[in-house]
T-cell receptor, first 117, second 116 residues
Framework: DTAVSQTPKYLVTQMGNDKSIKCEQN?????MYWYKQDSKKFLKIMFS???????INETVPNRFSPKSPDKAHLNLHINSLELGDSAVYFC????????????????FGEGSWLTVV | AQSVAQPEDQVNVAEGNPLTVKCTYS??????LFWYVQYPNRGLQFLLK??????LVKGSYGFEAEFNKSQTSFHLKKPSALVSDSALYFC??????????????FGRGTQLTVWP
Protein backbone atom coordinates (compact mmCIF):
# COMPACT_ATOMS: atom_id res chain seq x y z
CA ASP A 1 0.00 0.00 0.00
CA THR A 2 2.59 2.53 -1.08
CA ALA A 3 1.22 6.02 -0.51
CA VAL A 4 3.49 7.96 -2.87
CA SER A 5 5.20 5.83 -5.46
CA GLN A 6 7.67 6.94 -8.07
CA THR A 7 9.43 5.12 -10.87
CA PRO A 8 12.12 4.39 -11.71
CA LYS A 9 14.03 4.23 -8.44
CA TYR A 10 17.38 4.24 -10.19
CA LEU A 11 18.17 5.78 -13.55
CA VAL A 12 21.56 6.02 -15.23
CA THR A 13 21.62 7.86 -18.53
CA GLN A 14 23.92 9.73 -20.83
CA MET A 15 24.20 13.46 -21.22
CA GLY A 16 21.83 14.87 -23.77
CA ASN A 17 19.18 12.22 -23.28
CA ASP A 18 15.57 12.91 -22.33
CA LYS A 19 14.06 11.03 -19.41
CA SER A 20 10.90 10.96 -17.36
CA ILE A 21 10.14 10.10 -13.76
CA LYS A 22 6.61 9.11 -12.91
CA CYS A 23 4.80 9.66 -9.64
CA GLU A 24 1.48 8.51 -8.31
CA GLN A 25 -0.18 9.00 -4.94
CA ASN A 26 -3.09 6.98 -3.61
CA UNK A 27 -3.78 9.21 -0.60
CA UNK A 28 -6.46 11.28 -2.26
CA UNK A 29 -4.37 14.42 -1.83
CA UNK A 30 -4.96 17.54 -3.89
CA UNK A 31 -1.40 18.81 -3.99
CA MET A 32 1.74 17.20 -5.34
CA TYR A 33 5.36 18.29 -5.43
CA TRP A 34 8.75 17.58 -6.86
CA TYR A 35 11.78 18.12 -4.65
CA LYS A 36 15.43 17.77 -5.58
CA GLN A 37 18.08 16.51 -3.17
CA ASP A 38 21.63 17.31 -4.22
CA SER A 39 24.83 15.48 -3.43
CA LYS A 40 25.10 17.34 -0.13
CA LYS A 41 21.63 16.15 0.84
CA PHE A 42 20.13 19.60 0.52
CA LEU A 43 16.43 19.51 -0.33
CA LYS A 44 14.75 22.13 -2.42
CA ILE A 45 11.32 22.39 -3.95
CA MET A 46 11.08 22.43 -7.71
CA PHE A 47 7.40 22.38 -8.54
CA SER A 48 4.01 22.08 -6.93
CA UNK A 49 0.63 21.31 -8.44
CA UNK A 50 -2.73 21.76 -6.78
CA UNK A 51 -5.57 19.94 -8.51
CA UNK A 52 -3.55 19.76 -11.73
CA UNK A 53 -2.75 23.47 -11.64
CA UNK A 54 0.85 24.64 -11.39
CA UNK A 55 1.25 26.59 -8.15
CA ILE A 56 4.97 26.69 -7.48
CA ASN A 57 7.64 26.88 -10.12
CA GLU A 58 10.97 27.61 -8.55
CA THR A 59 14.00 28.71 -10.52
CA VAL A 60 14.35 25.52 -12.48
CA PRO A 61 15.76 25.24 -16.02
CA ASN A 62 13.21 25.00 -18.79
CA ARG A 63 14.54 21.53 -19.52
CA PHE A 64 12.47 20.36 -16.56
CA SER A 65 8.79 20.10 -17.32
CA PRO A 66 6.24 18.70 -14.88
CA LYS A 67 2.99 17.28 -16.09
CA SER A 68 -0.06 16.46 -14.03
CA PRO A 69 -2.66 14.49 -15.99
CA ASP A 70 -4.84 14.25 -12.89
CA LYS A 71 -4.48 15.10 -9.25
CA ALA A 72 -3.10 11.66 -8.39
CA HIS A 73 -0.21 11.87 -10.83
CA LEU A 74 2.67 14.26 -11.29
CA ASN A 75 5.37 13.30 -13.75
CA LEU A 76 8.68 15.01 -14.33
CA HIS A 77 10.22 15.13 -17.76
CA ILE A 78 13.79 16.26 -18.23
CA ASN A 79 15.19 17.20 -21.62
CA SER A 80 18.82 17.32 -22.68
CA LEU A 81 20.15 15.95 -19.44
CA GLU A 82 23.31 17.48 -18.02
CA LEU A 83 25.85 16.18 -15.53
CA GLY A 84 24.59 18.66 -12.95
CA ASP A 85 21.13 17.11 -13.07
CA SER A 86 22.46 14.10 -11.19
CA ALA A 87 20.52 14.07 -7.93
CA VAL A 88 17.73 12.36 -6.08
CA TYR A 89 14.29 13.55 -7.10
CA PHE A 90 11.48 13.16 -4.61
CA CYS A 91 7.83 13.27 -5.38
CA UNK A 92 5.51 14.24 -2.54
CA UNK A 93 1.91 15.03 -1.80
CA UNK A 94 -0.25 16.74 0.81
CA UNK A 95 -3.91 17.22 1.52
CA UNK A 96 -5.97 20.33 1.17
CA UNK A 97 -6.60 23.24 -1.09
CA UNK A 98 -3.80 25.67 -1.65
CA UNK A 99 -4.80 28.22 0.93
CA UNK A 100 -5.00 25.69 3.73
CA UNK A 101 -1.82 23.83 2.98
CA UNK A 102 0.59 25.15 5.50
CA UNK A 103 -0.23 22.88 8.41
CA UNK A 104 -0.71 19.76 6.36
CA UNK A 105 1.95 17.10 6.34
CA UNK A 106 3.82 16.46 3.13
CA UNK A 107 4.37 12.78 2.41
CA PHE A 108 7.34 11.78 0.31
CA GLY A 109 8.02 8.98 -2.09
CA GLU A 110 11.12 6.81 -1.92
CA GLY A 111 13.03 8.92 -4.40
CA SER A 112 14.45 8.46 -7.88
CA TRP A 113 18.25 8.38 -8.06
CA LEU A 114 19.26 9.98 -11.34
CA THR A 115 22.85 9.68 -12.51
CA VAL A 116 23.91 11.43 -15.69
CA VAL A 117 27.17 10.18 -17.22
CA ALA B 1 12.49 35.05 4.19
CA GLN B 2 11.89 31.62 5.59
CA SER B 3 14.86 29.56 6.70
CA VAL B 4 15.86 26.69 8.92
CA ALA B 5 19.19 26.12 10.59
CA GLN B 6 20.46 22.84 11.89
CA PRO B 7 23.71 23.88 13.53
CA GLU B 8 25.17 20.40 13.84
CA ASP B 9 26.09 18.35 10.79
CA GLN B 10 26.64 15.32 13.00
CA VAL B 11 25.39 14.14 16.37
CA ASN B 12 26.90 11.08 17.98
CA VAL B 13 25.36 9.43 21.00
CA ALA B 14 25.65 6.11 22.80
CA GLU B 15 22.73 3.74 22.76
CA GLY B 16 20.47 4.26 25.73
CA ASN B 17 21.48 7.88 26.19
CA PRO B 18 19.16 10.78 25.47
CA LEU B 19 19.58 12.52 22.15
CA THR B 20 18.88 16.03 20.91
CA VAL B 21 19.00 17.26 17.34
CA LYS B 22 18.84 21.03 17.18
CA CYS B 23 16.79 23.23 14.88
CA THR B 24 16.16 26.97 14.75
CA TYR B 25 13.95 28.73 12.28
CA SER B 26 13.03 32.07 10.79
CA UNK B 27 9.59 32.62 9.31
CA UNK B 28 7.02 35.34 8.74
CA UNK B 29 4.00 34.82 10.90
CA UNK B 30 3.30 31.69 12.88
CA UNK B 31 5.54 28.77 11.98
CA UNK B 32 4.48 25.32 11.00
CA LEU B 33 7.40 23.08 11.90
CA PHE B 34 8.20 19.55 10.86
CA TRP B 35 10.77 16.85 11.45
CA TYR B 36 11.57 14.19 8.89
CA VAL B 37 13.99 11.27 8.95
CA GLN B 38 15.82 9.79 5.99
CA TYR B 39 17.41 6.36 6.15
CA PRO B 40 20.12 5.48 3.59
CA ASN B 41 18.75 5.20 0.06
CA ARG B 42 15.23 5.86 1.26
CA GLY B 43 12.72 8.66 1.10
CA LEU B 44 11.82 11.09 3.85
CA GLN B 45 9.60 9.79 6.58
CA PHE B 46 7.46 12.16 8.60
CA LEU B 47 8.19 12.10 12.34
CA LEU B 48 6.16 14.91 13.87
CA LYS B 49 4.95 18.45 13.45
CA UNK B 50 4.00 21.52 15.40
CA UNK B 51 1.05 23.54 14.21
CA UNK B 52 -0.43 25.04 17.34
CA UNK B 53 -1.20 24.14 20.92
CA UNK B 54 1.04 22.26 23.31
CA UNK B 55 4.68 23.16 22.82
CA LEU B 56 5.77 19.56 23.35
CA VAL B 57 4.90 17.44 20.36
CA LYS B 58 5.14 13.67 20.36
CA GLY B 59 5.78 11.73 17.20
CA SER B 60 6.77 8.40 15.74
CA TYR B 61 9.36 5.98 17.14
CA GLY B 62 9.43 7.67 20.55
CA PHE B 63 10.62 11.02 19.26
CA GLU B 64 9.36 14.33 20.55
CA ALA B 65 10.11 17.95 19.85
CA GLU B 66 9.70 21.12 21.83
CA PHE B 67 8.60 24.35 20.23
CA ASN B 68 10.14 27.41 21.83
CA LYS B 69 8.82 30.60 20.33
CA SER B 70 11.14 32.98 22.17
CA GLN B 71 14.19 31.07 21.03
CA THR B 72 12.68 30.23 17.62
CA SER B 73 13.72 26.65 18.13
CA PHE B 74 12.21 23.24 17.53
CA HIS B 75 14.68 20.70 18.86
CA LEU B 76 14.09 17.00 18.31
CA LYS B 77 14.57 14.75 21.32
CA LYS B 78 14.41 11.16 22.41
CA PRO B 79 14.92 9.95 25.97
CA SER B 80 16.81 6.78 25.05
CA ALA B 81 18.53 6.40 21.68
CA LEU B 82 18.60 3.17 19.67
CA VAL B 83 21.18 2.09 17.13
CA SER B 84 18.32 1.90 14.64
CA ASP B 85 17.75 5.66 15.09
CA SER B 86 20.93 6.31 13.13
CA ALA B 87 19.84 8.31 10.11
CA LEU B 88 19.71 11.76 8.57
CA TYR B 89 17.24 14.10 10.25
CA PHE B 90 15.70 17.14 8.63
CA CYS B 91 13.90 20.02 10.24
CA UNK B 92 11.53 22.00 8.03
CA UNK B 93 9.39 25.10 8.30
CA UNK B 94 6.39 26.17 6.33
CA UNK B 95 5.03 29.69 6.05
CA UNK B 96 1.33 30.21 6.63
CA UNK B 97 1.12 33.44 4.71
CA UNK B 98 2.86 35.65 2.23
CA UNK B 99 4.49 35.01 -1.08
CA UNK B 100 6.09 31.82 0.13
CA UNK B 101 2.83 30.29 1.34
CA UNK B 102 2.91 26.53 1.10
CA UNK B 103 6.62 26.14 0.50
CA UNK B 104 8.41 23.78 2.86
CA UNK B 105 11.94 24.94 3.64
CA PHE B 106 14.38 22.34 4.87
CA GLY B 107 17.46 22.58 7.01
CA ARG B 108 20.63 20.98 5.73
CA GLY B 109 20.14 17.87 7.80
CA THR B 110 21.87 16.37 10.83
CA GLN B 111 23.42 12.94 10.63
CA LEU B 112 22.65 11.07 13.83
CA THR B 113 24.86 8.15 14.71
CA VAL B 114 24.01 5.98 17.68
CA TRP B 115 26.74 3.56 18.63
CA PRO B 116 26.16 0.36 20.59
Amino acid sequence: DTAVSQTPKYLVTQMGNDKSIKCEQNLGHDTMYWYKQDSKKFLKIMFSYNNKELIINETVPNRFSPKSPDKAHLNLHINSLELGDSAVYFCASSQGSWGSLSGNTIYFGEGSWLTVV
Amino acid sequence: AQSVAQPEDQVNVAEGNPLTVKCTYSVSGNPYLFWYVQYPNRGLQFLLKYITGDNLVKGSYGFEAEFNKSQTSFHLKKPSALVSDSALYFCAVRANRGSTLGRLYFGRGTQLTVWP
